[in-house]
Nanobody
Framework: QVQLVESGGGLVQPGESLRLSCAASGSGFSINVMGWYRQAPGKQRELVAQ???????NAADSVKGRFTISRDNAKNTVYLQMNNLKPDDTAVYYCGVRTKPDRRDSFEFNWGQGTQVTVSS
């Protein structure tokens, strides 16, 4: 019931910045946690950062101090500001949101299609 549209990926050089955005659309649900995940070739998908509806955040140790997650609840949008990018940050970045359907006492998880981030000199 929720659709996620990601944007902001691209090719940058080490040390540069990117800002990813993910907009959730639809109806009949409330959004709980929003997060960003990434998957590099040959590796498992991993959590990059997440943020609750109240703005509580956590992030992977590898990105702390460089990446900042934020959200605009009015727009149902989550952002990932990525500064000082490194080659190891190269991956497909996925938006993931945990939602609760209005008519059910359960949670669902939804994925975006992913956006490529490539950091190369």
């Amino acid at each position: 019931q929720v659709q996620l549209v990601e944007s902001g990926g691209g090719l940058v050089q080490p040390g540069e910045s990117l800002r990813l955005s993910c907009a959730a659309s639809g109806s009949g649900f409330s959004i709980n946690v929003m997060g960003w995940y990434r998957q590099a070739p040959g590796k498992q998908r991993e959590l990059v950062a997440q943020i609750t509806s109240d703005g509580i955040t956590n992030a992977a140790d590898s990105v702390k101090g460089r990446f900042t997650i934020s959200r605009d609840n009015a727009k149902n949008t989550v952002y990932l500001q990525m500064n000082n990018l490194k080659p190891d940050d190269t991956a497909v970045y996925y938006c993931g949101v945990r939602t609760k359907p209005d008519r059910r006492d359960s949670f669902e998880f939804n994925w975006g299609q992913g956006t490529q981030v490539t950091v190369s000199s």
